[in-house]
């Protein structure tokens, strides 16, 4: 049944598939939930789900109340595998699934729809990238973009650390090792640590959670390798903020310090629903590391940053707001939704 829930969910364009005790089956399409159709599903349903998605694994779930994996699948009537990521957890009416349906190809970065400066950072041969952005705002696709930008035009050796892995890159140009935490390595900050010792040129982190994993992060840009990692911050300026405030305060001006050295952009980025046709368009803020960025990075200025984006233009960067102009202008979106993406409800309707 779980296969024909899938294959629907693919054929009507869906980011994701929910399952939940009480409820029919959900799609989650361009942002907005609605039913699958079908019936409401039973606690036998989906605990059969659980156990046909985790298998030896489902004894996990007593003990930790949630499971992340990824697997692929293959439709009832057989054909390609397609990849899937799941978190099964427990709740109060049961066991539930949040299934996120990968694309069957890594999109190519130039497809994304985000600034043309975006695709000159893999040019960089060491330093600091950062994709922001809260959950489901397509990070980890502008991120398997990235690397497969590398793999076309470079050489390079590149080790990803992922919870779980959801793109699955081959090697062309580049060699790709590709790590998932909980079952490869135990946790990201051991498995960066490793990774500096496997002769890498390019680490992914997919999540900078903690202060080990951030030191160890900016310790492997300062010392020549192109780090690329995640953080579930709001835009730019809140990125380098949560970058520095994860210190403590004695140990914040040496980071500052480090930050303006090893920077060399962060992308914040949102999804946000087109006018016309299916599916979503990333709004992208960027902040670029130029000589002006650093300094105010160092001496602790951070507030004025989005200044600097907003006259900075010429260089590749855009504020939020910015994006939102261009792309309304453009007849993409439509303002309110932009209104909405960048400011929230907080100003009323």
């Known amino acids: 049944m779980m296969a024909k829930w899938l294959e629907q969910a693919q054929a009507e364009g869906a980011s994701d598939l929910h399952l939940t005790v009480g409820a029919p089956p959900m799609l989650r399409v361009d942002g907005r939930l609605r039913p699958l159709g079908g019936g409401i ?142 079952k490869d390595v135990p946790d990201f900050s051991r498995g960066l640590r490793a990774a500096l010792r496997q002769d890498p040129d390019v680490i992914l982190v997919g999540e900078m959670r903690d202060l080990e994993t951030i030191q160890t992060a900016i310790t492997a840009a300062e010392t020549g390798h192109l780090v690329l990692g995640t953080l579930h911050t709001g835009d730019a300026v809140q990125t380098v903020d949560r970058l520095i405030g994860v210190f403590p305060a004695h140990q914040q001006q040496q980071i500052r310090t480090q930050l303006a050295a090893i920077l060399r952009v962060v992308i914040a980025q949102r999804l946000v629903r087109r006018i016309r046709g299916a599916g979503r368009v990333p709004l992208a803020e960027v902040l670029i590391n130029t000589p002006a960025v650093a300094n105010l990075i160092r001496s602790d200025k951070t507030h004025q940053l989005h200044t600097v984006m907003q006259t900075g233009r010429n260089q590749g960067m855009q504020t939020f707001e910015m994006h939102v102009r261009e792309l309304v202008s453009g007849g993409v979106i439509d303002p309110e939704e932009g209104r909405l993406a960048v400011f929230g409800d907080r100003f009323g309707r």
């Not at 046909?52 to 293959?74: K, P, Q």
């Not at 990849?83 to 709740?91: H, T």
């Not at 590398?150 to 580049?174: A, G, K, Q, S, W």
């Open 41 to 182: 599903l039973t606690s036998e349903e989906t605990e059969g789900c659980a156990r046909e998605v985790l298998g030896g694994e489902f004894s996990r779930l007593s003990e930790m109340g949630d499971v992340d994996t990824a697997l692929d699948w293959v439709g009832p009537e057989g054909g390609d595998a397609h990849r899937i990521r799941v978190n099964v957890y427990r709740q109060r009416t049961g066991i539930s699934l949040a299934i996120r349906l990968v694309p069957d190809v890594v999109p190519k970065l130039d497809s994304l729809g985000l600034p043309a400066v975006v695709r000159t950072m893999v040019d960089q041969p060491y330093g600091l990238m950062l994709v922001t952005g809260p959950t489901g705002s397509g990070k980890t696709t502008t991120l398997a973009a990235l690397i497969d930008e590398m793999n076309d035009r470079f050489d390079r050796h590149i080790i990803t650390l992922e919870d779980p892995i959801e793109y699955v890159h081959v090697h062309r140009r580049c060699l790709i090792e590709q790590r998932e935490v909980g």
